[in-house]
């Protein structure tokens, strides 16, 4: 019996504090503050995306805490977060999202947190080149080539943000698409059921009032 219960509470905490991945939707019970953990490293960057999708007013408060610094974003009620933030200690980010101000509606979130792990092997280009012999020539051709490769990689990291945050608007909108069509479908089939009630219903009692009318007929001839 203990061992059932244990089994239980494990599987409670493994599915609410997880390590997440990146571009998921989560539904987030009302009055209820669920956490996920992602471990990062120093230089990493997070570009954090967040859509709320459904429910209520469509807002959310969220938190990104680090593991000893605290807080490193907190937004009350919000219905989109889009934000940069630097890395600067190893260990698990903890990213909260908060429904305990709704009393009776979930709320459906889309998050991404966009992690570019800048320089996680640890290895500098220039450092590379500089043990590489180079006749004197060549340095201004190495040079322009660095700041090349630097002018490349911050690109990378421009259209990628941009992706992300695409990515979690298309998710959004394609949500709401999903949700109008099937509220759509479901009104029209309501609808059409109706009508059929109705025209069945019209045409009983039309037949009703016809046989009423030559029952009464008969009965005066006779």
């Given at each position: 019996m203990v061992f059932s219960a244990l089994l239980i509470v494990l599987s409670l905490l493994l599915f609410t504090h997880c390590e997440i991945e990146d571009g998921i939707s989560y539904v987030v019970g009302p009055g209820k503050r669920d956490c996920f953990y992602r471990v990062l490293a120093v230089g990493d960057i997070m570009d954090f995306d967040l859509?709320?999708?459904s429910g209520?007013?469509?807002d959310i408060?969220?938190?990104i805490a680090a593991?000893?610094?605290g807080?490193?974003?907190e937004q009350f009620q919000e219905t989109e977060v889009s934000e940069e933030i630097q890395i600067e200690e190893d260990g698990p980010y903890e990213v909260c999202f908060d429904n305990t101000f709704s009393t009776f509606t979930e709320k459906v979130v889309y998050f991404d947190l966009g992690i570019d792990e800048n320089n996680r092997t640890g290895l500098d280009h220039i450092q590379l080149f500089k043990d590489i012999p180079v006749l004197k020539d060549d340095v201004e051709h190495v040079q322009k080539l660095l700041?090349?490769?630097d002018n490349i990689g911050f690109k990378i990291e421009v259209i990628?943000?941009?992706q992300a945050t695409y990515r979690s608007?298309?998710?959004r909108h394609k949500y709401l698409q999903d949700t109008n069509l099937r509220l759509v479908t479901w009104f029209s089939l309501g609808s059409c059921l109706v009508m059929i009630v109705v025209g069945v219903l019209q045409v009983v009692l039309i037949r009703n009032l016809f046989e009423t009318k030559n029952n009464k007929g008969m009965q005066n001839s006779l």
């Amino acid at each position: 019996m203990v061992f059932s219960a244990l089994l239980i509470v494990l599987s409670l905490l493994l599915f609410t504090h997880c390590e997440i991945e990146d571009g998921i939707s989560y539904v987030v019970g009302p009055g209820k503050r669920d956490c996920f953990y992602r471990v990062l490293a120093v230089g990493d960057i997070m570009d954090f995306d967040l859509q709320v999708l459904s429910g209520g007013d469509m807002d959310i408060t969220v938190t990104i805490a680090a593991p000893t610094k605290g807080l490193l974003l907190e937004q009350f009620q919000e219905t989109e977060v889009s934000e940069e933030i630097q890395i600067e200690e190893d260990g698990p980010y903890e990213v909260c999202f908060d429904n305990t101000f709704s009393t009776f509606t979930e709320k459906v979130v889309y998050f991404d947190l966009g992690i570019d792990e800048n320089n996680r092997t640890g290895l500098d280009h220039i450092q590379l080149f500089k043990d590489i012999p180079v006749l004197k020539d060549d340095v201004e051709h190495v040079q322009k080539l660095l700041k090349s490769m630097d002018n490349i990689g911050f690109k990378i990291e421009v259209i990628a943000h941009h992706q992300a945050t695409y990515r979690s608007k298309h998710s959004r909108h394609k949500y709401l698409q999903d949700t109008n069509l099937r509220l759509v479908t479901w009104f029209s089939l309501g609808s059409c059921l109706v009508m059929i009630v109705v025209g069945v219903l019209q045409v009983v009692l039309i037949r009703n009032l016809f046989e009423t009318k030559n029952n009464k007929g008969m009965q005066n001839s006779l």
